[in-house]
């Protein structure tokens, strides 16, 4: 499957007009995309501390190992593995390059990620991917210019691993706060009113919300706020702009909240990120009849 992709990726690149529709920052020697089906990261890394993210994720080393270790378990070498929502884990990258994917709730949850992996073996919650084919997303990374396709690439990806099992669609009162959440106008909204919003007390919508998309109403809020940062750095803005207009308090918060869900400052990666050469959008809404991750 992957091996396909990456001759399709291969062929368009090679087709492709000039013009460059990226800005980078001072040296980029980085990907980092935030689409409405997805969020990924193709870089780099050093050691990368404890975490948890509340979205399920692919880490795919681009060119050898790398080191995985969930707590209070020992380290394990891998080449690709998957994790799930709500994992506490660390890793050892050794400044590596490496794929991090996670799906956005419509477009894929763990069951679609195993299926990238190829063989699989589980190691506690971790699944060790024993055949993962790396070459479409080591073509991502080798070319930045991949930015112009790299949306398109990563949703056919995800679609030939869902395959045609149909998303399972969440209930229509969190498709309406979902498709909340990704508007920038609206996100900042309390709890209190996006549960009026559906016409739910706010303790059934955190109930109803953690049921039907795996993960807590508070950490998803925190999650959106993210993918609104680092979009917008990637379209251009500085760090504390891109914080301030995501709703965080400050760049200390922005900074914290990024650690806790990635376990790398924002410093020591954004700014070595190729930029897009785009006034910035908020893409980021999910179709109505959006798919959960029921687990």
């Known amino acids: 499957m992957l091996r396909a992709m990456g001759t399709q990726l291969r062929r368009s690149l090679a087709t492709a007009p000039g013009g460059d529709l990226y800005r980078a920052a001072a040296t980029p020697d980085a ?47 891998t ?32 069951a679609t990620l195993l299926r990238l992996l190829g063989q699989v073996r589980s190691c506690g919650p971790v699944a060790i991917g024993r055949a993962a084919d790396t070459r479409l997303v080591r073509d991502l990374h080798e070319d930045l210019a991949s930015l112009r396709y790299v949306a398109e690439s990563i949703d056919d990806l995800l679609a030939h691993a869902r395959g045609t099992r149909a998303p399972e669609p969440v209930d229509p009162r969190i498709g309406s706060i979902l498709r909340t959440l ?3 106008d609206a996100a900042s909204l309390a709890e209190e009113a996006l549960a009026r919003q ?55 918060h922005f900074s914290r909240t990024f ?22 959008t908020s893409s980021l809404v999910p179709p109505s009849g959006s798919a959960s991750t029921r687990r």
């Open 182 to 184: 990704h508007d920038e």
């Open 259 to 280: 650690r806790g869900t990635f376990g790398v400052t924002p410093s020591s990666v954004l700014p070595r990120i190729a930029r897009i050469h785009a006034p910035a």
């Open 31 to 77: 990907l980092m995309h935030v689409a409405p089906g997805h969020t990924l990261y193709l870089g780099s890394l050093d050691a990368v501390g404890w975490h948890v993210h509340p979205a399920p994720v692919l880490l795919a080393g681009l060119h050898g190992a790398f080191g995985v270790r969930v707590a209070g378990g020992e380290w394990i070498d």
């Open 198 to 252: 559906v016409d739910l007390s706010a303790s059934r919508l955190r109930h109803l919300f953690t049921r039907e998309v795996g993960v807590p109403l508070r950490r998803y809020r925190a999650w959106t706020r993210l993918r609104l940062a680092i979009g917008a750095v990637t379209h251009g803005a500085n760090l504390t702009d891109a914080a301030h207009a995501a709703g965080f308090f400050d760049s200390a």
């Open 79 to 110: 080449t690709a593995c998957m994790i799930p929502t709500g994992v506490v884990h660390e890793l050892a990258v050794r400044e590596q390059p490496i794929a991090v994917l996670y799906p956005q709730p419509q477009a894929g949850n763990a």
